[in-house]
């Protein structure tokens, strides 16, 4: 490819092959830059082999994947390893843009870059996690501070990336597939209700699994308080694939829900579902509860607009950047009332006929050709000159 091209080659690289919302990003980001003409290629390391968890315009590769301990810290060092002796082969990085979506993937760039095989790289930062190990710590900034270019989905975190590490970065924000994510039903939305064994509900819907990020002891606080008023609601807990050990987090999960006095089947976690299902998934719900402690945007609550679903959700940013005072239902995700009482008000009309009809708006402005082409400047001025 010559330099003056406007075709760009783009190495796109995530950390998981599983349905993580910076995996997603990733997938859908590489999807619209193929629909502007350029060749983006979605790499993860994959220890199981078997691809990424949906299918995509954009091509993949999956990245051989070593053997790692149970050890968080470990297995990180070798997923960033795996990444580094992948692309010590001339052949595979032959790319205009080498493009980052997390800290494994973006410390073994700074490595390439460290050693002269590539010359520069970008990265997105979805959100900076609060790592109890100083390790991690360290890891995720080098993959930041060494970066050329830095991207972000809000404003929160471009405001935190310049006060903190005095790193500029551009906004490029999310976007959702209204064709995929849409309230029209399909047959396969009764197959999914009789599987996962849900009643007529109200069925409240969490996305994330189990952690102290999505805030899911304080999400089954406020799903027992509003199954006293509802006594057939059900809370599904969706999601889960994780890197990180959650395990303590879980326990406490586990000892709450014991002490909480819901029926067996009051809550089901489904761990992460195919893809195809998702769009059913929210359908079937009533109510998503998005609580969150702390997100980079929240894609699944433009997921749950656009598919005709009420969303609550955490009273902070980045979601007061994007999402109006009438769009959702408002909380403090540290209080499981204020949870429980805006779940409530999102399952009575006249707010949930609102709440659905301004969620609608905000999906159909979110899409990912916009965060494509917000990507474009700057791809353009950290291609890379030469193939090293």
């Not at 997100?295 to 679903?309: D, P, R, T, Y």
Request: hydrophobic share 45%; glycine share 8%.
């Amino acid at each position: 490819m010559s330099g003056s091209s406007s075709r760009l080659r783009i190495a796109i690289l995530t950390h998981s092959t599983n349905p993580r919302g910076g995996v997603v990003h990733a997938l859908a980001l590489a999807d619209a830059l193929a629909d502007l003409g350029h060749m983006p290629v979605v790499h993860a390391p994959d220890p199981a082999g078997k691809g990424f968890f949906r299918r995509s315009i954009a091509a993949t590769r999956s990245v051989p994947a070593s053997p790692a301990s149970g050890d968080v810290v470990a297995t990180v060092e070798t997923r960033i390893k795996d990444y580094v002796r992948y692309f010590e082969d001339s052949a595979r990085r032959q790319f205009d843009i080498f493009h980052a979506q997390d800290g494994i993937s973006g410390n073994a760039l700074a490595t390439l870059k460290q050693r002269g095989l590539i010359q520069r790289y970008v990265r997105t930062v979805h959100h900076i996690d609060a790592f109890t190990d100083e390790r991690l710590s360290e890891l995720d900034r080098r993959s930041i501070i060494h970066a050329d270019g830095l991207f972000v989905v809000s404003r929160f975190w471009q405001e935190r990336l310049k006060a903190e590490m005095s790193r500029s970065a551009g906004l490029v924000g999310n976007g959702v597939d209204t064709v995929r994510y849409s309230p029209a039903a399909t047959p396969g939305d009764q197959v999914l209700r009789a599987r996962l064994g849900l009643r007529a509900g109200p069925i409240l819907l969490s996305i994330g699994g189990v952690e102290q990020r999505k805030n899911t002891l304080g999400i089954i606080e406020a799903f027992r308080q509003v199954h006293a008023v509802h006594r057939s609601a059900q809370l599904v807990i969706a999601g889960g694939a994780s890197l990180l050990d959650h395990g303590l987090y879980r326990q406490q999960f586990n000892s709450r829900l014991r002490d909480a006095g819901l029926p067996a089947d009051a809550v089901i976690e489904t761990g992460p579902l195919p893809d195809a299902e998702m769009p059913s998934l929210f359908r079937l719900a009533d109510v998503l509860m998005f609580p969150s402690l702390r997100e980079g945007f929240g894609l699944a609550v433009l997921e749950a607009m656009a598919s005709g679903l009420p969303a609550v959700v955490s009273h902070l940013a980045p979601f007061t950047e994007y999402l109006g005072a009438d769009d959702v239902g408002w909380c403090d995700p540290h209080h499981a009332g204020s949870i429980a009482d805006a779940t409530l008000s999102a399952l009575a009309q006249p707010l949930r006929s609102r709440l659905i009809a301004n969620g609608a708006k905000v999906a159909r402005f979110h899409d990912w050709g916009r965060t494509a082409k917000a990507h474009m400047a700057t791809y353009q001025e950290m291609r890379e000159v030469h193939y090293a």
